[in-house]
Protein backbone atom coordinates (compact mmCIF):
# COMPACT_ATOMS: atom_id res chain seq x y z
CA UNK A 1 0.00 0.00 0.00
CA UNK A 2 1.16 3.40 -1.09
CA UNK A 3 -0.04 6.16 1.44
CA UNK A 4 -1.39 8.83 0.12
CA UNK A 5 0.94 11.59 1.75
CA UNK A 6 4.46 9.62 0.96
CA UNK A 7 5.72 12.91 0.13
CA UNK A 8 4.92 14.77 3.01
CA UNK A 9 6.17 11.55 5.11
CA UNK A 10 9.43 11.06 3.12
CA UNK A 11 10.27 14.95 3.33
CA UNK A 12 9.83 14.41 7.12
CA UNK A 13 12.11 11.87 7.07
CA UNK A 14 14.81 13.81 5.18
CA UNK A 15 14.53 16.81 7.24
CA UNK A 16 14.81 14.60 10.61
CA UNK A 17 17.90 13.27 9.29
CA UNK A 18 19.68 15.88 7.84
CA UNK A 19 18.11 18.78 10.25
CA UNK A 20 16.94 21.28 7.97
CA UNK A 21 13.27 22.28 8.39
CA UNK A 22 11.11 20.74 5.67
CA UNK A 23 10.49 23.86 4.01
CA UNK A 24 13.85 23.52 2.78
CA UNK A 25 13.35 20.74 1.22
CA UNK A 26 12.55 21.50 -2.27
CA UNK A 27 11.90 18.35 -4.97
CA UNK A 28 14.79 18.89 -6.94
CA UNK A 29 16.92 19.85 -4.42
CA UNK A 30 20.38 17.40 -5.06
CA UNK A 31 20.87 16.61 -1.30
CA UNK A 32 24.85 16.79 -1.58
CA UNK A 33 25.01 19.57 -3.99
CA UNK A 34 21.98 21.93 -2.77
CA UNK A 35 21.57 21.01 0.66
CA UNK A 36 24.95 19.74 1.95
CA UNK A 37 24.85 16.44 2.90
CA UNK A 38 27.82 14.46 3.23
CA UNK A 39 28.18 10.84 1.84
CA UNK A 40 27.10 9.05 5.12
CA UNK A 41 24.38 11.45 5.67
CA UNK A 42 23.02 10.43 2.14
CA UNK A 43 22.99 6.79 3.18
CA UNK A 44 20.94 7.59 6.68
CA UNK A 45 18.65 9.00 4.38
CA UNK A 46 17.79 5.82 2.47
CA UNK A 47 18.32 4.06 5.56
CA UNK A 48 15.86 5.67 7.26
CA UNK A 49 13.22 5.56 4.45
CA UNK A 50 14.23 1.42 4.42
CA UNK A 51 12.89 1.43 8.39
CA UNK A 52 9.87 3.56 7.99
CA UNK A 53 8.90 1.76 5.29
CA UNK A 54 10.34 -1.79 5.92
CA UNK A 55 11.28 -1.64 2.20
CA UNK A 56 15.02 -2.60 0.97
CA UNK A 57 16.72 -0.25 -1.60
CA UNK A 58 18.82 -2.27 -3.55
CA UNK A 59 22.66 -1.51 -3.35
CA UNK A 60 22.70 -0.31 -6.85
CA UNK A 61 19.95 2.59 -6.69
CA UNK A 62 21.32 3.80 -3.27
CA UNK A 63 23.42 5.96 -5.55
CA UNK A 64 20.15 7.07 -7.41
CA UNK A 65 18.31 8.97 -4.53
CA UNK A 66 19.67 12.87 -4.79
CA UNK A 67 16.28 14.15 -4.62
CA UNK A 68 13.23 14.55 -2.55
CA UNK A 69 11.33 13.45 -6.31
CA UNK A 70 13.82 10.66 -6.57
CA UNK A 71 13.20 8.91 -3.15
CA UNK A 72 9.47 9.27 -3.41
CA UNK A 73 9.69 7.96 -6.54
CA UNK A 74 12.10 4.99 -5.83
CA UNK A 75 10.15 4.75 -2.70
CA UNK A 76 6.67 4.31 -4.60
CA UNK A 77 7.88 1.70 -7.19
CA UNK A 78 8.86 -0.40 -3.77
CA UNK A 79 5.90 -0.36 -2.34
CA UNK A 80 3.91 -1.28 -5.34
CA UNK A 81 6.15 -4.21 -5.90
CA UNK A 82 5.28 -5.30 -2.13
CA UNK A 83 1.61 -4.79 -2.94
CA UNK B 1 64.69 12.73 21.83
CA UNK B 2 62.69 13.82 25.03
CA UNK B 3 63.82 17.40 25.64
CA UNK B 4 63.83 18.84 29.34
CA UNK B 5 60.62 21.41 28.87
CA UNK B 6 58.44 22.99 31.60
CA UNK B 7 54.75 21.48 30.96
CA UNK B 8 51.73 23.68 32.04
CA UNK B 9 48.02 23.77 32.29
CA UNK B 10 46.80 26.78 30.75
CA UNK B 11 42.70 25.61 30.68
CA UNK B 12 40.24 23.92 32.29
CA UNK B 13 36.68 22.82 31.28
CA UNK B 14 34.76 20.51 33.59
CA UNK B 15 31.24 18.91 33.86
CA UNK B 16 30.83 16.78 37.14
CA UNK B 17 28.07 15.47 38.62
CA UNK B 18 27.89 17.95 41.35
CA UNK B 19 28.66 21.07 38.92
CA UNK B 20 29.26 22.13 35.60
CA UNK B 21 31.92 24.51 35.04
CA UNK B 22 35.28 25.07 36.84
CA UNK B 23 34.10 27.70 39.14
CA UNK B 24 30.89 25.98 39.73
CA UNK B 25 32.93 22.56 40.49
CA UNK B 26 35.44 24.15 42.55
CA UNK B 27 32.77 25.97 44.97
CA UNK B 28 30.93 22.56 44.97
CA UNK B 29 33.77 20.87 46.27
CA UNK B 30 34.71 24.18 48.90
CA UNK B 31 31.13 23.17 50.33
CA UNK B 32 31.64 19.36 50.14
CA UNK B 33 28.84 19.27 47.60
CA UNK B 34 27.87 15.71 46.41
CA UNK B 35 26.87 14.85 43.64
CA UNK B 36 25.13 11.38 44.21
CA UNK B 37 21.46 11.17 43.71
CA UNK B 38 18.96 8.45 42.02
CA UNK B 39 19.28 7.75 38.00
CA UNK B 40 17.23 9.22 36.24
CA UNK B 41 18.44 8.98 32.79
CA UNK B 42 17.84 5.33 32.73
CA UNK B 43 15.87 2.99 34.94
CA UNK B 44 17.65 0.71 37.33
CA UNK B 45 14.73 -1.81 37.28
CA UNK B 46 14.95 -3.62 40.55
CA UNK B 47 18.48 -3.68 41.20
CA UNK B 48 19.24 -2.57 44.72
CA UNK B 49 21.74 0.45 43.45
CA UNK B 50 19.75 3.15 42.52
CA UNK B 51 22.12 6.03 42.63
CA UNK B 52 24.75 7.34 40.33
CA UNK B 53 27.48 10.03 40.00
CA UNK B 54 24.75 11.96 37.15
CA UNK B 55 25.06 15.20 35.75
CA UNK B 56 21.61 15.78 35.91
CA UNK B 57 20.83 19.68 34.31
CA UNK B 58 23.55 18.65 31.24
CA UNK B 59 21.78 19.64 28.05
CA UNK B 60 24.37 19.26 24.94
CA UNK B 61 22.50 21.83 22.57
CA UNK B 62 23.59 24.79 25.26
CA UNK B 63 27.12 24.16 24.55
CA UNK B 64 27.40 22.71 20.94
CA UNK B 65 24.34 24.55 19.29
CA UNK B 66 21.27 22.25 18.22
CA UNK B 67 22.28 20.35 14.95
CA UNK B 68 25.00 17.12 14.74
CA UNK B 69 23.84 15.66 17.76
CA UNK B 70 21.83 12.90 16.33
CA UNK B 71 23.29 9.19 17.28
CA UNK B 72 26.03 11.36 19.04
CA UNK B 73 26.36 9.16 22.73
CA UNK B 74 26.34 11.11 25.72
CA UNK B 75 29.97 10.64 26.63
CA UNK B 76 30.89 12.36 23.46
CA UNK B 77 28.11 15.34 23.96
CA UNK B 78 29.53 15.55 27.09
CA UNK B 79 33.29 15.57 26.21
CA UNK B 80 32.91 18.02 23.31
CA UNK B 81 31.35 20.57 25.78
CA UNK B 82 34.23 19.78 28.23
CA UNK B 83 36.52 20.82 25.55
CA UNK B 84 34.80 24.09 24.73
CA UNK B 85 35.21 25.37 28.04
CA UNK B 86 38.79 24.34 28.25
CA UNK B 87 39.62 26.49 25.03
CA UNK B 88 37.51 29.28 25.94
CA UNK B 89 38.78 29.45 29.30
CA UNK B 90 42.58 29.09 28.13
CA UNK B 91 42.18 31.68 25.21
CA UNK B 92 44.09 29.12 22.77
CA UNK B 93 42.92 29.70 19.07
CA UNK B 94 43.10 27.44 16.70
CA UNK B 95 44.20 28.47 13.65
CA UNK B 96 45.39 27.39 10.03
CA UNK B 97 48.76 28.40 11.83
CA UNK B 98 49.00 26.31 14.77
CA UNK B 99 46.57 23.78 14.24
CA UNK B 100 48.83 21.21 12.88
CA UNK B 101 50.84 21.71 15.80
CA UNK B 102 48.08 21.36 18.72
CA UNK B 103 47.09 17.18 19.36
CA UNK B 104 44.07 15.97 21.46
CA UNK B 105 44.59 12.64 23.77
CA UNK B 106 41.18 11.26 25.27
CA UNK B 107 40.93 8.53 28.53
CA UNK B 108 37.67 6.92 27.90
CA UNK B 109 37.40 3.51 27.87
CA UNK B 110 33.58 2.69 28.22
CA UNK B 111 31.79 3.37 24.63
CA UNK B 112 29.10 1.23 25.57
CA UNK B 113 25.61 3.07 24.38
CA UNK B 114 26.41 3.35 20.54
CA UNK B 115 26.97 -0.95 20.85
CA UNK B 116 24.06 -1.43 22.71
CA UNK B 117 21.59 0.99 20.49
CA UNK B 118 23.02 -0.64 17.53
CA UNK B 119 22.59 -4.15 19.23
CA UNK B 120 18.89 -3.12 20.15
CA UNK B 121 18.22 -2.57 16.37
CA UNK B 122 19.93 -5.44 15.13
CA UNK B 123 17.22 -7.49 17.13
CA UNK B 124 14.57 -5.60 16.84
CA UNK B 125 14.10 -4.30 13.15
CA UNK B 126 16.54 -6.41 11.83
CA UNK B 127 19.95 -6.14 10.43
CA UNK B 128 18.69 -4.50 7.35
CA UNK B 129 17.00 -1.74 9.52
CA UNK B 130 19.65 -0.66 11.99
CA UNK B 131 20.15 3.14 11.57
CA UNK B 132 23.66 3.62 9.74
CA UNK B 133 24.64 6.77 11.76
CA UNK B 134 24.97 4.61 14.98
CA UNK B 135 27.78 2.75 13.52
CA UNK B 136 30.73 5.56 13.71
CA UNK B 137 29.98 6.14 17.16
CA UNK B 138 30.64 2.54 18.51
CA UNK B 139 34.24 2.37 18.11
CA UNK B 140 36.60 3.89 21.19
CA UNK B 141 37.80 6.44 19.48
CA UNK B 142 34.76 8.39 18.76
CA UNK B 143 34.78 10.89 21.51
CA UNK B 144 38.12 12.05 20.82
CA UNK B 145 37.71 12.49 16.87
CA UNK B 146 34.56 14.46 17.56
CA UNK B 147 36.64 17.04 19.67
CA UNK B 148 39.18 17.92 16.83
CA UNK B 149 36.37 17.56 14.81
CA UNK B 150 34.26 20.31 15.83
CA UNK B 151 37.34 22.36 17.23
CA UNK B 152 39.54 21.83 13.68
CA UNK B 153 42.61 20.48 15.55
CA UNK B 154 44.54 19.09 12.77
CA UNK B 155 47.61 17.16 15.04
CA UNK B 156 47.53 14.09 16.70
CA UNK B 157 44.25 12.44 17.55
CA UNK B 158 44.55 9.70 20.26
CA UNK B 159 42.58 7.25 22.67
CA UNK B 160 43.95 5.62 25.49
CA UNK B 161 41.83 3.17 27.20
CA UNK B 162 43.11 1.77 30.30
CA UNK B 163 39.99 2.40 32.35
CA UNK B 164 40.66 3.65 35.87
CA UNK B 165 43.64 5.57 35.24
CA UNK B 166 42.82 6.39 30.94
CA UNK B 167 42.76 10.05 31.51
CA UNK B 168 46.19 10.36 33.67
CA UNK B 169 48.29 7.75 30.97
CA UNK B 170 46.48 10.47 28.36
CA UNK B 171 48.20 13.29 30.32
CA UNK B 172 51.37 11.27 30.18
CA UNK B 173 50.92 10.91 26.70
CA UNK B 174 50.37 14.29 26.22
CA UNK B 175 53.26 15.61 28.27
CA UNK B 176 55.51 13.11 26.17
CA UNK B 177 54.53 14.27 22.80
CA UNK B 178 55.34 17.93 24.46
CA UNK B 179 58.63 17.08 25.41
CA UNK B 180 59.75 15.30 22.02
CA UNK B 181 59.45 18.68 20.51
CA UNK B 182 55.87 16.90 18.44
CA UNK B 183 53.07 19.01 19.62
CA UNK B 184 52.90 22.65 21.45
CA UNK B 185 49.50 22.54 22.91
CA UNK B 186 47.29 19.37 23.66
CA UNK B 187 43.88 19.01 24.61
CA UNK B 188 44.06 16.40 27.27
CA UNK B 189 40.34 14.66 28.29
CA UNK B 190 38.73 12.67 30.31
CA UNK B 191 35.41 11.19 29.94
CA UNK B 192 33.00 8.34 30.89
CA UNK B 193 28.83 8.99 30.40
CA UNK B 194 26.60 7.21 32.26
CA UNK B 195 24.76 3.74 30.63
CA UNK B 196 22.78 1.53 31.72
CA UNK B 197 24.64 -1.28 29.88
CA UNK B 198 28.06 -0.17 32.01
CA UNK B 199 25.77 0.44 35.05
CA UNK B 200 24.59 -3.39 34.44
CA UNK B 201 27.95 -4.25 34.50
CA UNK B 202 29.65 -2.79 36.94
CA UNK B 203 26.57 -4.01 39.55
CA UNK B 204 27.01 -7.79 38.06
CA UNK B 205 30.40 -7.93 38.94
CA UNK B 206 29.21 -7.18 42.62
CA UNK B 207 31.24 -3.50 42.50
CA UNK B 208 28.55 -0.91 43.30
CA UNK B 209 27.47 0.64 46.37
CA UNK B 210 24.01 -0.68 48.04
CA UNK B 211 23.96 -4.36 46.76
CA UNK B 212 26.04 -5.28 50.44
CA UNK B 213 25.51 -2.43 52.74
CA UNK B 214 24.26 0.81 52.47
CA UNK B 215 24.36 3.20 49.20
CA UNK B 216 26.80 5.92 50.05
CA UNK B 217 30.28 6.73 48.79
CA UNK B 218 32.35 7.00 51.84
CA UNK B 219 35.83 6.48 51.01
CA UNK B 220 37.97 5.17 54.38
CA UNK B 221 34.71 5.24 56.19
CA UNK B 222 34.02 1.36 58.16
CA UNK B 223 30.73 0.83 56.00
CA UNK B 224 32.47 1.53 52.71
CA UNK B 225 30.87 -1.29 50.46
CA UNK B 226 31.64 -0.39 46.72
CA UNK B 227 31.66 2.59 44.19
CA UNK B 228 28.98 4.65 43.31
CA UNK B 229 29.58 4.84 39.48
CA UNK B 230 29.07 7.88 37.74
CA UNK B 231 29.92 9.99 34.24
CA UNK B 232 32.57 13.41 34.10
CA UNK B 233 33.58 14.99 31.17
CA UNK B 234 37.61 16.95 31.78
CA UNK B 235 39.65 18.95 29.50
CA UNK B 236 42.81 20.76 30.19
CA UNK B 237 44.94 22.48 28.03
CA UNK B 238 48.50 21.37 28.85
CA UNK B 239 51.12 23.71 26.88
CA UNK B 240 54.93 23.89 26.07
CA UNK B 241 55.30 26.68 29.07
CA UNK B 242 57.55 28.41 26.44
CA UNK B 243 54.65 28.67 23.77
CA UNK B 244 52.06 29.64 26.78
CA UNK B 245 54.43 32.17 27.82
CA UNK B 246 54.75 33.40 24.11
CA UNK B 247 50.56 33.54 23.45
CA UNK B 248 50.36 35.05 27.14
CA UNK B 249 48.64 32.81 28.25
CA UNK B 250 47.45 32.43 32.06
CA UNK B 251 48.93 29.20 33.89
CA UNK B 252 47.12 27.23 36.24
CA UNK B 253 50.12 25.04 37.05
CA UNK B 254 52.89 23.22 36.24
CA UNK B 255 53.37 19.66 36.00
CA UNK B 256 56.05 18.69 37.63
CA UNK B 257 55.66 14.66 37.22
CA UNK B 258 53.55 12.41 35.56
CA UNK B 259 54.29 8.44 36.03
CA UNK B 260 52.50 5.13 35.82
CA UNK B 261 52.53 1.51 36.48
CA UNK B 262 50.75 -1.67 36.15
CA UNK B 263 50.83 -4.58 38.23
CA UNK B 264 50.83 -7.73 36.07
CA UNK B 265 49.09 -9.35 38.88
CA UNK B 266 45.51 -11.38 37.87
CA UNK B 267 42.56 -9.96 35.97
CA UNK B 268 40.45 -7.57 38.14
CA UNK B 269 42.36 -8.11 41.65
CA UNK B 270 43.91 -5.56 43.23
CA UNK B 271 48.10 -6.46 43.51
CA UNK B 272 47.61 -7.31 47.64
CA UNK B 273 51.03 -5.24 48.46
CA UNK B 274 49.86 -2.20 45.94
CA UNK B 275 53.77 -2.33 44.79
CA UNK B 276 52.67 -0.72 41.37
CA UNK B 277 51.01 2.15 43.24
CA UNK B 278 53.94 2.84 45.82
CA UNK B 279 56.31 2.63 42.43
CA UNK B 280 54.53 5.12 40.86
CA UNK B 281 54.54 7.97 43.68
CA UNK B 282 58.07 6.86 44.75
CA UNK B 283 59.12 7.62 40.74
CA UNK B 284 56.76 10.85 40.75
CA UNK B 285 58.29 11.97 43.96
CA UNK B 286 61.96 11.60 42.14
CA UNK B 287 60.63 13.08 38.80
CA UNK B 288 59.45 16.49 40.49
CA UNK B 289 62.44 16.86 42.69
CA UNK B 290 60.25 16.76 45.68
CA UNK B 291 60.51 15.17 48.99
CA UNK B 292 57.42 13.53 51.14
CA UNK B 293 56.97 16.96 53.23
CA UNK B 294 56.88 19.02 50.37
CA UNK B 295 53.42 17.68 49.18
CA UNK B 296 50.65 19.27 50.62
CA UNK B 297 48.10 16.80 50.38
CA UNK B 298 47.08 13.74 48.28
CA UNK B 299 44.40 13.28 46.17
CA UNK B 300 43.57 10.00 46.68
CA UNK B 301 41.78 7.62 44.23
CA UNK B 302 39.58 6.03 47.01
CA UNK B 303 36.73 5.12 46.14
CA UNK B 304 34.68 3.28 48.73
CA UNK B 305 35.64 0.19 47.90
CA UNK B 306 37.20 -1.87 50.96
CA UNK B 307 40.03 -3.15 49.54
CA UNK B 308 41.35 0.10 47.46
CA UNK B 309 40.96 2.26 50.35
CA UNK B 310 43.14 0.47 52.82
CA UNK B 311 45.98 -0.53 49.97
CA UNK B 312 45.88 3.18 48.90
CA UNK B 313 46.37 4.31 52.98
CA UNK B 314 49.32 1.31 53.44
CA UNK B 315 50.87 2.91 49.95
CA UNK B 316 50.83 6.31 51.84
CA UNK B 317 52.10 5.21 55.00
CA UNK B 318 55.23 3.12 53.76
CA UNK B 319 56.13 5.97 50.83
CA UNK B 320 55.41 8.83 53.14
CA UNK B 321 57.10 7.67 56.35
CA UNK B 322 56.94 9.47 58.94
CA UNK B 323 55.47 12.48 56.99
CA UNK B 324 52.11 10.22 56.35
CA UNK B 325 50.31 11.53 59.54
CA UNK B 326 51.58 15.15 58.77
CA UNK B 327 50.27 15.12 54.95
CA UNK B 328 46.29 15.79 54.44
CA UNK B 329 44.77 13.11 52.34
CA UNK B 330 41.35 13.89 50.60
CA UNK B 331 38.81 11.77 48.31
CA UNK B 332 36.90 13.56 46.29
CA UNK B 333 35.15 10.50 45.15
CA UNK B 334 32.71 10.57 47.99
CA UNK B 335 31.33 13.66 46.33
CA UNK B 336 31.67 12.94 42.88
CA UNK B 337 31.69 8.83 42.60
CA UNK B 338 33.86 6.71 40.52
CA UNK B 339 33.98 8.18 37.13
CA UNK B 340 36.33 5.23 35.93
CA UNK B 341 38.70 7.13 32.93
CA UNK B 342 37.64 10.29 33.71
CA UNK B 343 38.45 10.61 37.81
CA UNK B 344 42.08 10.64 37.54
CA UNK B 345 41.94 14.00 35.55
CA UNK B 346 38.34 15.16 37.34
CA UNK B 347 41.25 14.73 40.48
CA UNK B 348 43.77 17.03 38.82
CA UNK B 349 40.83 19.76 37.85
CA UNK B 350 39.86 19.87 41.24
CA UNK B 351 43.18 20.14 42.47
CA UNK B 352 43.85 23.17 40.31
CA UNK B 353 40.84 24.97 41.87
CA UNK B 354 42.44 24.25 45.16
CA UNK B 355 45.47 26.31 43.97
CA UNK B 356 43.78 28.82 43.27
CA UNK B 357 41.21 28.93 46.05
CA UNK B 358 43.40 28.35 48.64
CA UNK B 359 41.85 25.40 50.02
CA UNK B 360 41.78 21.37 50.63
CA UNK B 361 37.96 19.57 49.73
CA UNK B 362 36.24 17.45 52.34
CA UNK B 363 36.45 13.30 52.17
CA UNK B 364 32.34 13.80 53.25
CA UNK B 365 30.11 11.11 54.24
CA UNK B 366 33.09 10.15 57.00
CA UNK B 367 31.56 8.70 60.16
CA UNK B 368 33.17 5.79 61.64
CA UNK B 369 36.28 5.16 61.76
CA UNK B 370 38.26 1.67 60.35
CA UNK B 371 41.48 0.88 61.80
CA UNK B 372 42.63 -0.15 58.77
CA UNK B 373 42.10 3.41 57.31
CA UNK B 374 44.37 5.75 59.62
CA UNK B 375 45.45 8.80 58.24
CA UNK B 376 44.15 12.77 57.92
CA UNK B 377 41.54 12.01 55.77
CA UNK B 378 40.55 15.87 56.21
CA UNK B 379 36.67 14.42 57.33
CA UNK B 380 33.44 16.22 56.07
CA UNK B 381 34.77 19.73 55.89
CA UNK B 382 37.33 21.62 53.74
CA UNK B 383 40.27 22.87 55.08
CA UNK B 384 41.83 26.33 54.23
CA UNK B 385 45.44 26.54 53.11
CA UNK B 386 47.58 27.43 50.53
CA UNK B 387 49.00 24.84 48.66
CA UNK B 388 51.64 25.11 46.79
CA UNK B 389 52.03 20.81 45.50
CA UNK B 390 49.57 17.99 45.24
CA UNK B 391 50.13 14.58 44.74
CA UNK B 392 47.04 12.71 42.65
CA UNK B 393 46.75 8.94 42.33
CA UNK B 394 45.17 7.03 40.51
CA UNK B 395 44.59 3.43 40.42
CA UNK B 396 42.33 0.09 40.40
CA UNK B 397 42.01 -3.26 40.09
CA UNK B 398 42.50 -3.35 36.73
CA UNK B 399 46.61 -2.85 36.99
CA UNK B 400 46.79 -0.09 36.01
CA UNK B 401 48.54 3.16 38.25
CA UNK B 402 49.21 6.48 38.18
CA UNK B 403 50.70 9.40 39.77
CA UNK B 404 50.90 12.96 39.00
CA UNK B 405 52.17 15.65 40.87
CA UNK B 406 51.45 19.20 40.13
CA UNK B 407 52.76 22.63 40.98
CA UNK B 408 51.23 25.77 42.01
CA UNK B 409 51.38 28.55 39.73
CA UNK B 410 49.97 31.57 41.60
CA UNK B 411 48.23 32.63 38.17
CA UNK B 412 51.44 34.12 36.55
Not at chain 1, 9 to 17: F, G, L, P
Not at chain 2, 239 to 245: C, G, L, N
Request: glycine residues 8%.
Amino acid sequence: MVPQDLDKQIKEIIARVIELDAGEITPDADFINDLGVDSLKAIEITGAIEKAFRVVVPEEKIRDIRTLNQAVSLTKQLLEAKG
Amino acid sequence: MIMDKKIVITGVGVLAPNAIGKDNFWQALKEGKSGIKPITIFNPGLFKSQKAGEISDFKAEEFLGPKGLQNVDRATKLVCSAAKLALEDSELQITERNTDSIGVVTGTTLSLWNVAELSREMVEDGPQFVTAGIFPGTTINSASSQISIRHKIKGFNTTISTGYTASLDALKYAVNFIKLGRAKAVLVAGVEGLTFAGFTGFYKIGFLAGIKGEEISCPFDKRRNGIILSEAAVVLVVEDAEYAKARGARVYAELTAVENSFDAFRAAKYEPQAAGLKRTMVKALKSSGLHQEDIDCVFSAANSVVQQDILETKAIREVFNIYADKTPVTAIKSMVGESFSASGILQLAAALGCFEKNFIPPTINYQEKDSSCDLDYVPNQSREQELNNIMINNFGPGGNNATVVVKNHGGE
